[in-house]
């Protein structure tokens, strides 16, 4: 089946990294993608990694991807209260995205 | 960036009554468009593919008579919920593809979400 998933909560100081983790399931994934929703908002794509990088970064993001293991982790360094919300991981599946169970992330002033 | 927009971004309804929820594409085209639903703290869920000029096709386990979508123009979709219960609640994101296939493959952008909370 089609399943991603993630740790449901972390929680972090303002100024250390977030590292959120995501298991995926279907090897053929062109594309892994990040998104971002704030409470009662739609979705904002943070950053996206093609399937033969094992490394993107940009800017305080840093998206590390193992394919192997099909597993994708998004590095949030310098981590600020704005920052606070839920993070999604997401494969295509065809033409069909394939969002993760998300990751609430906290930080704490 | 390409925006995407829904109307309304809330709506209360009776039980037994329709609701209709707009998607539009306000600076590009989109021959697809998505729908999804979210339960509170639960991911999303996509519950159908909507095609320019032909019929939406559903996921599995949801019912297509039930959840109305219509998609008559390159920037307009619309998804109608009918005879709502409470357990059609939920929050309900549109996407939708950038015909042009600006920025990279499969990219799509989400609408702001629109809220349903039926009595």
């Known amino acids: 089946g089609e399943d991603v998933e993630q740790s449901l909560f972390l929680s972090v100081r303002e100024g250390d990294s977030s590292v959120i983790n995501c298991t995926y399931t279907d090897s053929s994934s062109t594309y892994l993608y990040w998104y971002k929703q704030e409470p009662g908002a739609g979705l904002q794509l943070l950053t996206y990694?093609?399937?033969?990088?094992d490394m993107k970064q940009d800017q305080r993001l840093t998206v590390l991807l193992n394919k192997k293991d099909k597993h994708l982790s998004l590095r949030i360094a310098d981590t600020q209260t704005g920052d606070s919300a839920i993070y999604f991981c997401a494969e295509i599946a065809t033409y069909k995205y394939i969002f993760g169970t998300g990751t609430r992330l906290k930080v704490l002033a | 960036g390409a925006v995407v927009s829904q109307h309304p971004s809330w709506v209360i309804c009776k039980s037994g009554t329709s609701v209709k929820i707009e998607c539009r594409s306000l600076d590009f085209q989109a021959t697809t468009m998505f729908w999804y639903r979210q339960f509170p703290k639960q991911s999303l869920m996509l519950m159908a593919t909507s095609n320019e000029g032909s019929k939406a096709t559903y996921e599995q386990g949801v019912e297509k008579d039930k959840f109305l979508i219509n998609h008559a123009s390159l920037t307009l979709s619309t998804l109608t919920v009918t005879s709502a219960h409470p357990e059609d609640s939920s929050f309900y994101i549109c996407?939708?593809?950038?015909?042009?296939?600006?920025?990279?493959?499969?990219?799509?952008?989400f609408g702001p979400g629109t809220r349903l909370t039926v009595l």
């Open positions: 996407s939708a593809r950038d015909l042009a296939g600006t920025g990279f493959i499969n990219e799509q952008f």
């Open positions: 990694i093609f399937s033969n990088m």
